[in-house]
């Protein structure tokens, strides 16, 4: 069965370095998302992306956060100078399209685990 | 804005017995969808079950099934026969119908626990 991947499972940073989280979506997915869940709290929504542009983001999403399809696969959250509070679980997840429930259901992948020391 | 609200923080269930997590939300959308994810200790979000609010028939999938309330704004998820492997943290979700609004909004999760 097909899956959302996301590299890599962990990651630990200095506060103020960037990194970058990768996802691959289902290969026929056409509508790509981040969202976050800091310990213990709910999961938030922070972005979505669709024809190679942002189509939605929440207030989280700052100038700090940039997202990219840099080719046919690959979906990458960019955060420039990391914060403390930017430590959480990051997920990737991504829709077939918008007709129907089917089409509409986002697939998660298992997460990054981001700590910012 | 829509809301998702979960009040059931934890919920605990004998194994092979029944357990309803509870969930409301509030929207002025007519037309929205509704899922339930769990989410084990590994923290992988994992889909349960959908549901299409113009559909009036509960979703079913396998053990787990809905009991949606529309006018009420209740999606509640029951459990039958429930097994070890079902301990995990449950979040209630809502979707906007098609269109730009695709992101999901979940609640703040009940944590299930099953005894043996």
């Known amino acids: 069965e097909p899956e959302v991947t996301q590299t890599p499972s962990h990651q630990v940073t200095q506060m103020g370095q960037e990194v970058i989280l990768r996802c691959v979506p289902i290969s026929n997915h056409l509508y790509f998302y981040w969202y976050r869940q800091i310990l213990g709290q709910k999961v938030e929504f922070l972005v979505s992306?669709?024809?190679?542009?942002?189509?939605?983001k929440s207030e989280i999403f700052d100038d700090q956060f940039s997202v990219e399809r840099p080719d046919g696969s690959n979906f990458t959250l960019k955060i420039r100078s990391t914060k403390l509070e930017d430590s959480a679980m990051y997920f990737c997840a991504s829709s077939a399209g918008t007709s129907g429930a089917l089409q509409e259901t986002q697939y998660f992948g298992p997460g990054t685990r981001l700590l910012v020391l | 804005a829509q809301t998702v609200t979960q009040s059931q923080p934890e919920m605990s269930v004998q194994e092979a017995e029944t357990v309803t997590l509870s969930c409301t939300y509030d929207?002025?959308?007519?037309?929205?969808?509704l899922f339930w994810y769990k989410q084990p200790p590994s923290r992988q979000m994992i889909l349960v079950i959908r549901?299409?609010?113009?559909?009036?028939q509960n979703a079913t999938e396998n053990r787990f099934s809905v009991n949606f309330q529309k006018a009420a704004k209740s999606f509640s998820l029951k459990i039958s026969d429930s097994q070890l492997g079902d301990a995990a943290m449950y979040f209630c979700a809502y979707r906007s119908y098609g269109g730009s609004q695709g992101n999901l909004i979940f609640g703040k999760g009940t944590k299930l626990s099953v005894k043996p």
């Open positions: 929207t002025s959308e007519s037309d929205y969808y």
């Open positions: 992306f669709y024809n190679n542009e942002i189509s939605e």
């Open positions: 549901q299409e609010a113009y559909k009036q």
